[in-house]
């Protein structure tokens, strides 16, 4: 009998899914932020070793596709980068060694686990599965967040004192239960996450790799639940995301049938007759979006103007080197936060966002080419669209050590050459014998 779907034999299975469903446990004792990195490096450390000792998986090394190689490259080149833009400031060596520890723990990571994906072979099931019963965890603690701020419990529960390892701020390592929303006072939830729209970006990523889950019980649960942590997260980009990522796959996904270019052909006609009222449509829901929360747009905005004018007249091609905050007008928060492009610019000047442009370009590219081979292109394609949709919101070094299942996945799907299509899995001993010609009769 074939083992379940969820069965994870492999120790690198057993380790992804453990990891994934100890996210609440990992929260409650403020070892989220230390418990992506270690991850990261010790499946770096397995791929190696396996790639070294079994000649299959030497073999797999040996044939690592381009845009695996890209995501290598140009997270390597980060590090190099960052090196320049601190001799360029003359940071000093302490300086230079804490700000490569931080690349280890951020860049790096976007490409040693898609490495650690195409080397080990981890199989898309045992993540979705549990990212599922990760979900039923998180149904099962939701009365207790959603009551918490009507019944006094404090919106912080504590500190781990693990934040001595190190880090970008106490939020990493912070159990909180709920925030205030300045001004209106409402309460907000972040969950497992540093802040709220980030929890809205993994609650996106849990809902598209729940989605793919074959039972259709933990299918509900694992939607669910994602649902309810992009909507009490109360980000707009998580809701923009789950509305335009899925049509986007379902397109590409079946682009080489004829049906589709029959539907395409009129709405692109639409499109261009309606041009001028769409794009008065577009624009009144860009304000509309800003509006929602017109005191983060301004904020997010003046810190892409800072962030842009201090790189190209100070750092055009190595960047600053490090993180500065900004002015009161931006209340002190970091030059280029709230945008990956924005804050590489700053940080790792136009070298540095080339490096993170071409292997990120470069794998949509390929995983729309290949979406209509089977559903893990799919999802593997609406990975890396979260990971483009929200490098205009969200700083992607900083949040990787949440998302690495999707990171997982891409590589995964990557480094398989073959179509993906899922074939007839029936023991042979049920499929229907043919009929044996009998001898003619005399």
Same mark, same amino acid.
């Given at each position: ?67 695996? /190689?890209?995501?290598?490259? &140009? #997270? +390597? @080149?980060?590090?190099? $980068? =960052?090196? !320049? ?109 540093? /802040?709220?729209?980030?929890? &809205? #970006? +993994? @609650?996106?990523?849990? $809902? =598209?790799? !729940? ?114 905050? &900004? ?116």
């Amino acid at each position: 009998m074939a083992p379940p779907a969820d069965h994870s034999q492999a120790p690198a299975e057993r380790l992804i899914s453990v990891a994934i469903q100890s996210t609440w446990l990992l929260w409650l004792i403020g070892g989220l932020y230390i418990a992506g990195p270690v991850l990261g490096w010790t499946l770096m450390a397995m791929a190696l070793w396996q790639a070294y000792v079994d000649p299959t998986v030497g073999a797999r090394f040996a044939r690592l596709p381009l845009t695996i /190689w890209l995501w290598i490259l &140009g #997270m +390597i @080149a980060l590090l190099f $980068v =960052l090196w !320049a833009g601190h001799n360029n400031f003359d940071l000093g060596t302490g300086q230079t060694i804490k700000s490569s520890i931080g690349w280890a723990k951020g860049w790096a990571l976007i490409a040693i686990f898609p490495l650690a994906g195409a080397l080990l072979q981890v199989r898309e099931q045992v993540i979705y599965r549990a990212v599922c019963r990760l979900g039923a965890q998180t149904l099962i603690a939701m009365p207790l967040f959603l009551a918490a701020p009507f019944i006094g419990l404090p919106d912080t529960l504590w500190v781990s004192p693990l934040k001595a390892v190190g880090g970008p701020g106490p939020e990493y390592f912070a159990t909180i239960l709920y925030t205030l929303e300045p001004g209106a006072g409402t309460p907000r939830w972040q969950f497992f996450a540093p /802040w709220s729209p980030a929890a &809205g #970006m +993994i @609650a996106v990523i849990y $809902v =598209l790799l !729940a989605a793919r889950e074959p039972d259709k019980g933990w299918r509900t649960v694992g939607i669910a639940a994602g649902l309810l942590l992009a909507i009490l997260s109360q980000s707009r980009l998580a809701l923009v995301a789950l509305a335009v990522i899925g049509p986007i796959v379902f397109v590409f996904g079946r682009i080489h049938r004829p049906w589709m270019w029959f539907l395409i052909a009129p709405a692109l006609l639409a499109v261009g007759i309606m041009g001028p009222a769409l794009v008065d449509f577009a624009e009144g829901l860009k304000n509309d979006f800003s509006s929602a929360r017109a005191d983060s747009s301004r904020v997010r905005a003046a810190l892409g103007r800072i962030a842009v004018e201090r790189w190209h007249s100070e750092a055009y091609w190595f960047g600053h080197g490090i993180v500065e905050n &900004g002015p009161h007008l931006v209340e002190y928060m970091p030059i280029g936060s709230h945008h990956s492009w924005y804050g590489l610019l700053f940080v790792k000047g136009l070298i540095g966002a080339i490096a993170l442009a071409v292997p990120l370009a470069a794998s949509a590219l390929v995983l729309s080419w290949r979406a209509n081979r089977g559903s893990a292109e799919r999802t593997a394609l609406s990975m890396v669209l979260v990971l483009v949709l929200y490098s205009f919101g969200e700083n992607l070094e900083i949040l990787s050590y949440l998302y690495w299942p999707a990171l997982v996945l891409v590589g995964k799907v990557l480094a398989s050459p073959t179509p993906r299509d899922e074939p007839d899995v029936r023991p042979v001993a049920l499929l229907p014998k043919p009929e044996s010609a009998s001898p003619a009769e005399p």
